[in-house]
């Protein structure tokens, strides 16, 4: 790649979150950020062992969460004998 070429330099100016703040900005604690990571309910990247965050995600992650709508991340309730809550209401 040549010296001026973007794609070798994509990610030199985004700034990526830890866990710590992300739960500063939520205001919650780093082992919520944690969970909520690994379940794949809050956006994040992994990058070897580590995970960083992307502010616009948390961000919409946050505004999705007032507006009281649930993460595209979110599966389906399970209620009863791994059936999900759609199927259950349609009986």
């Known amino acids: 790649m040549a010296n001026g070429d973007t794609k070798a330099g ?3 100016n985004v700034t990526l979150w830890d866990a710590k703040d992300v739960a500063r ?3 919650v604690s780093r082992s919520w950020v944690y969970h909520h ?3 794949g309910l809050l956006p994040c990247l992994r990058i070897g062992a580590l995970l960083r965050f992307e502010p ?3 961000q919409e992650f946050a505004l999705g969460c007032r507006a009281g709508t649930a993460p595209a991340t979110v599966a389906p309730a399970v209620t009863r004998a791994g059936e999900s809550q759609a199927a ?3 009986r």
Do not use: G, P
């Open 25 to 27: 900005y939520l205001k």
């Open 10 to 12: 994509i990610l030199s």
């Open 37 to 39: 990571a690994e379940r």
């Open 56 to 58: 616009a995600k948390v």
């Open 88 to 90: 259950s209401e349609r």
